[in-house]
T-cell receptor, first 113, second 112 residues
Framework: EAQVTQNPRYLITVTGKKLTVTCSQN?????MSWYRQDPGLGLRQIYY???????DKGDVPEGYKVSRKEKRNFPLILESPSPNQTSLYFC????????????FGDGTRLSIL | GENVEQHPSTLSVQEGDSAVIKCTYS??????FPWYKQELGKRPQLIID?????GEKKDQRIAVTLNKTAKHFSLHITETQPEDSAVYFC???????????FGGGTRVLVKP
């Protein structure tokens, strides 16, 4: 089954404790992206990657890091989480050629205390 | 960069009536416009999309229209049903890079 898998689905943690949210897709997609979703603000792009070892900032990259060492994986790293990063996070992937719909993961709800 | 505005932010309709959501975009180079539906607690799911070489596209009770000159596009849901209640997002992107910019979302409530 074609899917985008995020882990963990839920996490409560404390300020300053480094965390990683993993994202994996099994569709051989080149393009992967991270979004955060906050009430009233819709979905905002954090980082995206057009292929292995190619990443770029989205609209709200501050406080986040990503890496793309393998085509299927695109982890989101919060080196020193802060309460304003409490949000619902989605990973998505799509083929790079042409205009193709993005497939979203089930989301990760992060609470930073 | 691209800016997408979506209206209204909330929409309440009676079952069986039509619902219309409108979006405007700023970057004339955008040429791909998907619409996503997000039910409570779930991921956004694509319901319909349109490319800039097409003015209208239909899929059963859902249709999308695009006016490239005015830089706006709209989602039309006819014969609404309670299961259409959800948050709907429009988005825009250029072909290269697939960077999607989303509108702020419209919460649709269909009253039985």
């Amino acid at each position: 089954e074609a899917q985008v898998t995020q882990n963990p689905r839920y996490l409560i943690t404390v300020t300053g404790k480094k965390l990683t949210v993993t994202c994996s897709q099994n569709m051989n997609h080149e393009y992967m992206s991270w979004y955060r979703q906050d009430p009233g603000l819709g979905l905002r792009q954090i980082y995206y990657s057009m292929n292995v070892e190619v990443t770029d900032k989205g609209d709200v990259p501050e406080g986040y890091k990503v890496s793309r060492k393998e085509k299927r994986n695109f982890p989101l790293i919060l080196e020193s989480p802060s309460p304003n990063q409490t949000s619902l996070y989605f990973c998505a992937s799509s083929p790079i050629l042409g205009s193709q719909p993005q497939h979203f993961g089930d989301g990760t709800r992060l609470s930073i205390l | 960069g691209e800016n997408v505005e979506q209206h209204p932010s909330t929409l309440s309709v009676q079952e069986g009536d039509s619902a219309v959501i409108k979006c405007t975009y700023s970057d004339s180079a955008s040429n791909y416009f998907p619409w996503y539906k997000q039910e409570l607690g779930k991921r956004p799911q694509l319901i319909i999309d349109i490319r800039s070489n097409v003015g209208e596209k239909k899929d059963q009770r859902i249709a999308v229209t695009l006016n490239k000159t005015a830089k706006h596009f709209s989602l039309h849901i006819t014969e609404t049903q309670p299961e259409d209640s959800a948050v709907y997002f429009c988005a825009a992107s250029k072909t290269a890079g697939n960077k999607l910019t989303f509108g702020g979302g419209t919460r649709v409530l269909v009253k039985p």
